[in-house]
């Protein structure tokens, strides 16, 4: 039987007094040192996000673990497998949701629990915060046209940094995954956090325009994506000087790992779907991109069959081969 393992209760979104002078009792400050060891309530030194309206049960994760980060106090749901033994290290996987879902939501819509529990890895899917009514994530650097505020870069480092304090994480294999939203922000994790994500796998999401011509990892990076071409959310195509196209991120990955040019390629017809397959090998460190290009495919995390195994089998078959070193 699978388990759910629950530090704490929901809680709201909550955000600290940003006039620190009129409470002295509060402590602001963005060091998280003292938050990696306990989920930390803050009820009373926090107030409320009024941009979270949490009576929506579509932001609304029931049962949640929490983290204070930069006066936020922040979600996640985390499951860990009935083999999970702490006198062994274990992998970690992060999983986003896309724009405006929620963390447990997308646990039913991206669920990988049934593989942490026959492959004896930690899951963990966090909350984005709330702008302009919807919750997020902020993939973007810090410049003037970047209108949310959410540090969330940073928190993912304090989340993993937690989860690593209270659990035997094998700090080497840490990977990402996401959907829309989480996708694009996942790539950005591969850029920006490279210290920390091993190899990653992208799910309808495109990379920001700005995070390539800003992209330098510490190490090779495997990457793993899957794009419909008919998803008018993420256009398969880019969106000029916003979104790059899939074939520029692609250019992208492969040069930066140095892979080969010419990939070795499949179609299947799976539910009368075309799905065609695209991988560049040979890569710095044994590192390979893999591309499936579902044709007439929408803005989805894709039910679909390769070979017997579905999205997320695909992807944790894949990451799972690398770890900060490359190819294991």
Not at 272 to 286: F, K, N
Not at 289 to 296: A, F, S, T
Request: hydrophobic share 35%; glycine share 6%; aromatic share 12%.
């Amino acid at each position: 039987m699978k388990k759910i393992y629950l530090d704490r209760p929901m809680k709201y979104f909550l955000l600290l007094s940003l006039n620190c002078s009129l409470f002295s009792f509060i402590h602001c400050s963005d060091d998280d040192s003292d938050q990696t060891t306990t989920d930390k309530s803050y009820d009373k030194t926090a107030t409320k996000d009024e941009g979270s309206d949490k009576t929506n049960t579509e932001f609304t994760n029931m049962d949640a673990d929490t983290i204070i980060y930069d006066g936020l106090i922040r979600e996640y749901v985390l499951y860990v497998p009935e083999a999970y033994d702490s006198s062994s290290a274990v992998p970690l996987m992060l999983n986003f949701h896309g724009n405006g879902s929620s963390a447990s939501s997308h646990m039913e819509y991206a669920d990988m629990r049934n593989l942490a529990d026959s492959n004896n890895f930690i899951i963990v899917y966090p909350q984005g915060t709330i702008l302009d009514g919807s919750s997020h994530w902020n993939n973007a650097l810090v410049t003037s046209t970047n209108k949310s505020n959410a540090k969330d870069f940073e928190f993912t480092n304090a989340l993993i940094n937690k989860l690593t304090v209270n659990y035997n994480i094998d700090s080497l294999r840490i990977y990402a995954c996401g959907f829309s939203n989480g996708a694009d922000f996942t790539f950005a994790l591969a850029c920006y956090n490279s210290d920390k994500i091993a190899a990653i796998g992208a799910v309808s999401g495109l990379m920001y325009q700005e995070t390539i011509d800003n992209c330098n990892p510490l190490h090779p990076t495997a990457v793993i994506e899957f794009h419909g071409t008919s998803d008018f959310d993420r256009p398969y195509d880019g969106i000029s000087d916003y979104y790059a196209s899939v074939e520029d991120m692609l250019n992208h990955w492969t040069s930066f790992n140095h892979t080969t040019k010419d990939p070795l390629t499949n179609s299947i017809t799976d539910n009368g779907i075309l799905i065609e397959y695209y991988a560049y090998h040979d890569g710095d460190s044994g590192t390979s991109v893999e591309h499936y290009k579902v044709v007439g495919g929408d803005h989805v995390w894709f039910d679909l069959s390769y070979e017997g195994a579905n999205t997320s089998q695909l992807i944790w078959d894949f990451v799972s081969k690398y770890d900060l070193n490359g190819l294991r």
